[in-house]
């Protein structure tokens, strides 16, 4: 399954005009992703607060991610303080990849930002979160925290930019977006020797694990013949045929 990089601003002294701070309310949005992350079968690893832009880019460089997604929002210079608003979503200019999920990341952000032609993808090779790791890098300005619309856009909105963006990254990854549900116990249900726990719902695609017959797991979530489940610590799909809940 496809495995992102979370990472959530750590700028603790960057404030919001409306109250928090840039890491708190990036970190909850993080917080919000999460399930959607989970009910969609992308995985994802994360930062922490206490760790540090050059931190979480050693971070993402040691894994093997299909993407870094870094959330943050924006300042306006001090003499344009509190005037400026928009949405800029960064990649790298050599990245088809990055370039991709930044167009499609602005693009379903037009459709919960209050003046979506402020909204736009951009390429830059200034932010070390872009140029300096090897996944396909996105890195989000959500609004300027020193607008007092934007700050409250921001912080009023949370689960639905949180479902926008886990909307825009099923599309990148070419997966179904669900909706959380409730996680069900289950159990492998075959007459040969295991089944296969797959990366994406359909036979061709990369196996992630083997679950041999009796195995327990955990059902996710569903979309047509295939449940998302956990198994051993790896979430994947798995033939509804051949997993029975109970």
């Known amino acids: 399954m496809p495995i992102i990089y979370l990472s959530p ?3 603790e002294n960057n404030f919001y005009v409306n109250g ?3 890491e708190a309310w990036m970190n909850r949005l993080a917080d919000a992703m999460e399930p959607y992350l989970t009910a969609s079968g992308i995985r994802y690893s994360r930062n922490t607060p206490d760790m540090t832009a050059a931190s979480s880019i050693r971070a993402s460089n040691a894994g093997n991610y299909d993407l870094h997604l870094a959330l943050h929002s924006n300042a306006a210079p001090e003499d344009r303080y509190g005037q400026v608003r928009g949405v800029l979503v960064f990649f790298y200019p050599g990245s088809a990849q990055g370039r991709e999920a930044a167009e499609l990341i602005a693009n379903g952000l037009k459709t919960v930002y209050p003046l979506p032609n402020l909204v736009r993808a951009e390429p830059t090779t200034s932010i070390g979160e872009v140029r300096r790791v090897r996944a396909p890098s996105v890195f989000l300005e959500l609004g300027y925290h ?3 619309d934007d700050a409250a856009w921001v912080q009023n909105n949370l689960d639905a930019i949180a479902r926008n963006l886990v909307l825009s990254l099923t599309e990148f990854f070419g997966l179904p977006f669900l909706l959380p ?3 069900r116990p289950a159990v ?3 007459s040969w020797g295991y089944l296969n726990i797959r990366d994406k719902p359909n036979t061709s695609s990369a196996v992630l694990a083997r679950a041999y017959d009796g195995a327990r797991l955990t059902v996710l979530n569903q979309w047509e013949n295939w449940y998302v489940v956990r198994f051993d610590g790896i979430v994947g799909w798995a033939s509804a045929d051949f997993v029975t809940l109970i």
């Open 9 to 11: 601003s750590t700028q």
């Open 20 to 22: 928090g701070t840039e």
């Open 146 to 148: 020193d607008n007092p």
């Open 181 to 183: 549900q409730s996680p």
């Open 188 to 190: 492998v249900d075959v």
